[in-house]
């Protein structure tokens, strides 16, 4: 009896004992991809002051990577799979979900771009711009299939607990910096296409813009 009772002490004392040690407290993070430029839609440089009304813009996605360096090691955290951003919404189709990550300070996010929208486009892109007064209608498509990686130099810090979503914003009209809507070709419809067959002078400085325009931040 004494020598069950002994047991009985010990396994008590070790269930307490490990229900003392918590594990290390965790975070959980989403992905998004956002319009920058939410409040000033104007863009002022070459060749002429712009300002733009956009009604689409969708980019598909093949990959999405977030980084932290630890004891100075990357630890990353990645989805994988074919999604459909709509960047004025910062919506996915289909919706991305929460992961578990460690706390700490986030510097690097990397993107693949790729074309896995319906239409076998990576970027789609319609909208007015106002050159001088003048409405121009245009659409504005790519095929790119490239990884870019953007860093934040103050990194995106996450606690213990926290609930974070990272975003990559895209600073839409900055991304037609240098194309001159007044000298494109225009369609019989009016509207100015420009892609690989089409204006690709144009699509050629657009994509050239990319990652000039996209920073990494907690949304």
Do not use: W
Request: charged share 25%.
């Amino acid at each position: 009896m004494k020598t069950t009772l002994k047991l009985l002490t010990v396994l008590l004392v070790l269930t307490a004992l490990s229900s003392c040690k918590k594990d290390p407290q965790t975070a959980e993070a989403n992905f998004t991809i956002t319009d920058q430029s939410t409040a000033a839609r104007s863009f002022s440089r070459v060749p002429a002051p712009v300002s733009f009304t956009f009604s689409k813009a969708v980019v598909g996605v093949k990959k999405v990577k977030f980084e932290r360096e630890m004891n100075g090691d990357d630890q990353d955290y990645k989805y994988k799979g074919n999604y459909s951003f709509d960047i004025l919404t910062g919506t996915s189709t289909p919706p991305l979900p929460t992961v578990e990550i460690e706390p700490g300070v986030y510097h690097k996010l990397k993107v693949k771009f790729d074309n896995v929208l319906p239409t076998g486009n990576s970027l789609e892109i319609n909208g007015t711009a106002t050159v001088a007064g003048v409405d121009f209608q245009f659409e504005f498509t790519s095929k790119v299939d490239a990884e870019f990686k953007i860093e934040n130099p103050d990194g995106v810090s996450v606690d213990p607990g926290d609930i974070v979503t990272f975003a990559l914003q895209i600073d839409l009209p900055s991304l037609f910096s240098g194309v001159d809507f007044s000298t494109a070709t225009v369609d019989a419809d009016g509207v100015i296409r420009i892609n690989a067959n089409s204006n690709a002078d144009l699509q050629d400085i657009v994509e050239s813009n990319f990652e000039d325009v996209m920073d990494f931040c907690k949304h």
